[in-house]
Nanobody, 119 residues
Framework: QVQLVESGGGLVQPGGSLRLSCTAS????????MGWYRQASGKQRELVAT???????KYVDFVKGRFTISRENANDTVYLQMNSLRPEDTAVYYC?????????????WGQGTQVTVSS
C-alpha cells in the first residue's frame, strides 16, 4: 500500500523560506523518480520539480533558482527547499512518483502540506 506523507508547510512572509518533506512507504523509493506538485485554490495540480533516482533534477521555470529538490534514499524521503517565496507560491504541496515528463505514478496522494505566502 502506497503512502505519501508530506510535512513542513506553513505561513511565511514574502521572501521567506520553507523546507518541505515527504516520506514514502510501499514503493521502491530508490528506483523511483520523485516530484513535488502543487495545487493552488481553484487551479489544477501542477508539477514543480522532479528528481531521478540518480539525483538529476528538473524545475519548472517559475521556481528555478528559488526551489531545490533533494532526496535521501536511506530514509525514503524527498525534500523541497523553497526560498524567496512569493504570494503566488501559495498552494497545497504534494509529492508523488513521476513518470515521463510530469505524470504522477501513484493514484493515492497524500494529504499535502499547505504553504501560504502572505504579509
Amino acid at each position: 500500500q502506497v503512502q505519501l506523507v508530506e510535512s513542513g508547510g506553513g505561513l511565511v512572509q514574502p521572501g521567506g523560506s520553507l523546507r518541505l518533506s515527504c516520506t514514502a512507504s510501499g514503493i521502491v523509493f530508490d528506483r523511483t523518480t520523485m516530484g513535488w506538485y502543487r495545487q493552488a485554490s481553484g487551479k489544477q495540480r501542477e508539477l514543480v520539480a522532479t528528481i531521478t533516482s540518480g539525483g538529476s533534477t528538473k524545475y519548472v521555470d517559475f521556481v528555478k533558482g528559488r526551489f531545490t529538490i533533494s532526496r535521501e534514499n536511506a530514509n525514503d524521503t524527498v525534500y523541497l527547499q523553497m526560498n524567496s517565496l512569493r504570494p503566488e507560491d501559495t498552494a497545497v504541496y504534494y509529492c508523488n512518483g513521476v513518470a515521463g515528463e510530469r505524470r504522477p505514478i501513484f493514484a493515492s496522494w497524500g494529504q499535502g502540506t499547505q504553504v501560504t505566502v502572505s504579509s
